[in-house]
C-alpha cells in the first residue's frame, strides 16, 4: 500500500527567504506524485506533479518541486517565500500500477513572517 | 473554470440520523472521491467511484457508508447513522483521469451533536 511522510508538523521561514516543505513517499510500483495547498476553510488546490520525464517540476505561485527515486522524496521549494504563502501543504501519491485512490500526508504548515 | 460543487456547506445533526452530502463533479470528468478531514488535521481518503461502482474504498469507508451517482451529475455519500467521530470536513473530488490532478470542491462540514 502507499503511504506519505511529511515530517514537519510546521516549517517556520523569513520573507524573501528560500523555503523547503518535506516529503518522502512508498509505493510498489511507479509513483504519481502531487503538491496541494489548503487555506483556512477552503478546498485543497492543486500545485504541481510529477507523473514523468524532468525530475524537477513546477507550479503554481513560483513553487517548484524535485522528484527523488533513490531517495524516494518528492520536496517542495520555493526561491523567496512570501507572508501570503503561509498555509497548510499536502504531498499526495498514487500508485501508477495500483489503485485509484490518491494517498495524502498529513500535512505541514507553513509559516512565512514579515 | 469549471468546479466541484457541494452542498450542503455546513449540516448538523444529531447523533444516530441519516445524512447524505451532495456533489456535482466536473462534468467530464470519470473518477469520483470522497475524503474527509478532522479539524483542519489529515486528509483522509474514504471511496473512488468509476464507471458506476466503488473502485476502491479505505478502512473507514465502512457499512455506515454508501455512496451513489444517482442522476450522471450528483454524487453523494450517505451517512447511515452518524456518529460523534463522523463529525469532519468532507470534500467531494474529480479528476479526468489517474495522471491527473484532483480538483476538489470546497467541503461539506458535518457536526454530529
Known amino acids: 500500500a502507499q503511504s506519505v511522510a511529511q515530517p514537519e508538523d510546521q516549517v517556520n521561514v523569513a520573507e524573501g527567504n528560500p523555503l523547503t516543505v518535506k516529503c518522502t513517499y512508498s509505493v510498489s510500483g511507479n509513483p504519481y506524485l502531487f503538491w496541494y495547498v489548503q487555506y483556512p476553510n477552503r478546498g485543497l488546490q492543486f500545485l504541481l506533479k510529477y507523473i514523468t520525464g524532468d525530475n524537477l517540476v513546477k507550479g503554481s505561485y513560483g513553487f517548484e518541486a524535485e522528484f527523488n527515486k533513490s531517495q524516494t522524496s518528492f520536496h517542495l521549494k520555493k526561491p523567496s517565500a512570501l507572508v501570503s504563502d503561509s498555509a497548510l501543504y499536502f504531498c499526495?501519491?498514487?500508485?501508477?500500477?495500483?489503485?485509484?485512490?490518491?494517498?495524502f500526508g498529513k500535512g505541514t504548515t507553513l509559516s512565512v513572517s514579515s | 473554470e469549471p468546479e466541484v460543487t457541494q452542498t450542503p456547506s455546513h449540516q448538523v445533526t444529531q447523533m444516530g440520523q441519516e445524512v447524505i452530502l451532495r456533489c456535482v463533479p466536473i462534468s467530464n470528468h470519470l473518477y469520483f472521491y470522497w475524503y474527509r478531514q478532522i479539524l483542519g488535521q489529515k486528509v483522509e481518503f474514504l471511496v473512488s467511484f468509476y464507471n458506476n461502482e466503488i473502485s476502491e474504498k479505505s478502512e473507514i469507508f465502512d457499512d455506515q457508508f454508501s455512496v451513489e451517482r444517482p442522476d450522471g451529475s450528483n454524487f453523494t455519500l450517505k451517512i447511515r447513522s452518524t456518529k460523534l467521530e463522523d463529525s469532519a470536513m468532507y470534500f467531494c473530488a474529480s479528476i479526468l483521469g489517474l495522471s491527473g490532478e484532483l480538483f476538489f470542491g470546497e467541503g461539506s462540514r458535518l457536526t454530529v451533536l
Open positions: 499526495a501519491v498514487r500508485d501508477a500500477q495500483a489503485g485509484t485512490a490518491l494517498i
